[in-house]
T-cell receptor
Framework: DAGITQSPRYKITETGRQVTLMCHQTWSHSYMFWYRQDLGHGLRLIYYSAAADITDKGEVPDGYVVSRSKTENFPLTLESATRSQTSVYFC???????????FGPGTRLTVT | QKEVEQDPGPLSVPEGAIVSLNCTYSNSAFQYFMWYRQYSRKGPELLMYTYSSGNKEDGRFTAQVDKSSKYISLFIRDSQPSDSATYLCAIVNAGNMLTFGGGTRLMVKP
């Protein structure tokens, strides 16, 4: 199906482990984004990418790494997970010619 | 001061009521505004997208921008239980990224 998908949908991991969250979109949108959503903080931008091989930091990038070797994929890696990274993570995408972003279903990550 | 502020609610209304959801923003230079709806345990979905001032209508939903007051509103007419969700306002900030309000939780009771 066309659209934006995220995997896994739920993940439990331990402190210190590396975790990678996957995001895939079929629209060929040039821009892709990673947000985290926490009570009291709303949606906050972690990283974004304007095109393949171009990434940039958002509001809360510390502890996260991204890459974008293909236009359709934008994985987010937590190199050494901490409890403060327990959150719901959303991937989003948009075209280069508009500001409207379209969101994936989210990944609920718990770090124990 | 946050760029976008939104009352978290919850806002509880009876079915059929007119709902008014509001956000304030800090920078008068902002020109693009959006409303997203987010059901529980789902991703945000785009509802309305407006540019500059004035009203935009789409079915039961009307988005309104008052740039002089730096105030944006979403009105829902004839509210339905299926409208129960969290509504997020968003502005396109100076870096051409979206800044979101914290969301208002709406409950429409049958």
């Amino acid at each position: 199906d066309a659209g934006i998908t995220q995997s896994p949908r739920y993940k439990i991991t331990e402190t210190g482990r590396q975790v990678t969250l996957m995001c895939h979109q079929t629209w060929s949108h040039s821009y892709m984004f990673w947000y985290r959503q926490d009570l009291g903080h709303g949606l906050r931008l972690i990283y974004y990418s304007a095109a393949a091989d171009i990434t940039d930091k958002g509001e809360v990038p510390d502890g996260y790494v991204v890459s974008r070797s293909k236009t359709e994929n934008f994985p987010l890696t937590l190199e050494s997970a901490t409890r403060s990274q327990t959150s719901v993570y959303f991937c989003a995408s948009r075209t280069g010619g508009s500001y409207e972003q379209y969101f994936g279903p989210g990944t609920r990550l718990t770090v124990t | 001061q946050k760029e976008v502020e939104q009352d978290p609610g919850p806002l509880s209304v009876p079915e059929g009521a007119i709902v008014s959801l509001n956000c304030t923003y800090s920078n008068s230079a902002f020109q693009y505004f959006m409303w997203y709806r987010q059901y529980s345990r789902k991703g945000p979905e785009l509802l309305m997208y407006t540019y500059s001032s004035g009203n935009k209508e789409d079915g039961r939903f009307t988005a309104q921008v008052d740039k002089s007051s730096k105030y944006i509103s979403l009105f829902i007419r004839d509210s339905q239980p299926s409208d129960s969700a969290t509504y997020l306002c968003a502005i396109v900030n100076a870096g051409n990224m979206l800044t979101f309000g914290g969301g208002t939780r709406l409950m429409v009771k049958p």
